[in-house]
């Protein structure tokens, strides 16, 4: 396992729910966090839950539908002092509410596609060539263990894309020093998991840090389960 302290660590969607908890596990090993909701006023609850850890925090805002302000969020974030050695794509949307296979519509696969996808393509496409220069970056994209469950479909396949885009980058990244991997949380009571989900979301630490951790030379491409 590698040490985080001093490294800086973007985590979208960590205004609540599972990023929320990544970045208290990050700031616990002593890096500096950046954290991301759709509005600064939303990233008020995590900061304060970060206050008495000694190490920077920043906040920065974006909706991941919209390319604009996909780009400002990443000219948000390299304005910033810190470079970002660590990004955990973890901000994603789910049809509000379960839908027969056949009623999904052109809008909710179009923004299943643009927020879970394209922004995390986007993101990557942003940071990783520094990464890169830098010899050093961990990238971790959120996915699901979701199947067989099409009245979630465009959720699913936006998982499944998100599998197949993080392997295709992980053929990228031998001997850089970066390393991108796929995490899976497990179903936890989130907004977005629901309230009869099996585990509280703490139960996401410390696993959900693992990818984070990994040796230079660790895993690449490779699919991480943040509960045992
Ligand atoms: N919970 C589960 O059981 C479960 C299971 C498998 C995988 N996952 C994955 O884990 C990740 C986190 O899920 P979660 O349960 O923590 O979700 P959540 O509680 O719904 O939190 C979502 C986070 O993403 C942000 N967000 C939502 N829509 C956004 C948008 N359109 N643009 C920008 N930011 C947006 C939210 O920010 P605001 O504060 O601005 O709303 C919030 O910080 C997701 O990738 C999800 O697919 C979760």
């Known amino acids: 396992m590698i040490n985080l302290h001093g490294k800086t660590a973007f985590i979208t969607g960590s205004s609540r729910g599972i990023g929320q908890q990544i970045a208290i596990g990050l700031a616990q090993q002593g890096c500096n966090i950046i954290v991301h909701g759709r509005s600064l006023e939303s990233c008020a609850k995590t900061l304060d839950l970060l206050q008495n850890f000694p190490v920077s925090k920043y906040h920065v805002y974006g909706e991941l539908s919209d390319q604009e302000q996909v780009r400002d969020l ?131 630490l410390p696993g959900a840090l693992e990818p984070a951790l990994v040796e230079d030379d660790g895993a690449n491409g490779q699919l991480f389960s943040a509960l045992r």
């Not at 910033?80 to 990004?87: E, N, S, T």
């Not at 961990?138 to 099409?150: D, F, W, Y």
């Open 74 to 204: 990443i000219k948000q974030v390299k304005a910033l002092p810190d470079q970002v050695d660590v990004l955990y794509n973890n901000a994603a949307i789910m049809s509000p509410y379960r839908k027969d296979i056949w009623s999904h519509t052109w809008e909710d696969w179009s923004r299943s596609f643009e927020v879970n996808v394209f922004a995390m393509y986007e993101l990557c496409k942003a940071f990783l060539p520094a990464m890169i220069d830098r010899k050093f970056g961990r990238v971790i994209n959120l996915t699901s263990g979701i199947t067989h469950e099409p009245e979630l479909a465009p959720y699913g396949a936006t998982k499944w894309a998100v599998n197949k885009l993080t392997d295709d980058i992980s053929s990228k990244l031998e001997g850089t020093g970066v390393r991108i991997n796929t995490l899976d949380p497990g179903w936890l009571r989130t907004d977005l998991g629901g309230e009869y989900a099996s585990n509280p979301v703490e139960a996401v």
